[in-house]
């Protein structure tokens, strides 16, 4: 394995985020490869986003057990540990296997709030050969935290992810 946190130190992230991103992905895949256990390539991904990424206060995996999310490798305060599919932003991702952009979470009624401190969220689903795998969900006590950039940039991570334990 190389990496090192370095190589995403330093970046401005509201300047130059695509840049930021794409060291930041380049780190993701070192840091998976030649690895396909996925508890401990998320446990390190998980890690390496919530030090690299300003202003975020939780980042982690929920993994489908087949009937329910629960709570995986996270970085952050501990977290709800079952979120059924119908419930909350994790659900959502889950359900329509599409990403979810939550500028405020406070006008979400759904919302699962497990940490009183966030304000808004990005959950990212992971689907292997059509199959549900998990989230990825990063929440931020900023609102209106996750643009574009963002949302593609932590796609590409959990597709690193993917592809890692395929
Ligand atoms: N807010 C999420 C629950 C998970 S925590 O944020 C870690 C939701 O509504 O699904």
């Known amino acids: 394995m190389s990496f090192d946190i370095r190589d995403v130190a330093g970046v401005d992230w509201s300047e ?36 690299a990424l300003p202003r975020l206060n939780w980042v982690g995996f929920y993994l489908y057990d087949g009937t329910e999310l629960v709570v995986g490798p996270f970085q952050g305060k501990p977290a709800c540990v079952r979120i059924p599919l119908d419930r909350g932003v994790c659900g959502a991702a889950a359900r329509t296997r ?32 059509g199959e549900l795998i998990g989230v990825f969900d990063l929440d931020s006590p900023v609102p209106d935290r996750f643009g574009d950039a963002d949302q593609s940039g932590l796609e590409a991570i959990a597709a690193v992810l993917v592809d890692a334990v395929a």
Not at 32 to 43: P, Q, R
Not at 103 to 127: N, Q, T, Y
């Open 16 to 51: 130059r985020a695509d840049e930021g991103y794409a060291a930041l992905i380049e780190s993701a895949r070192a840091l998976v490869a030649g690895e396909s256990d996925l508890i401990a390539n998320a446990a390190n991904l998980s890690s390496l986003v919530y030090h």
């Open 98 to 129: 599409s990403t979810q952009r939550v500028p405020d979470v406070h006008a979400v009624p759904d919302h699962i709030a497990c940490d009183s401190e966030s304000r808004s969220e990005l959950v990212v689903p992971l689907v292997r050969d």
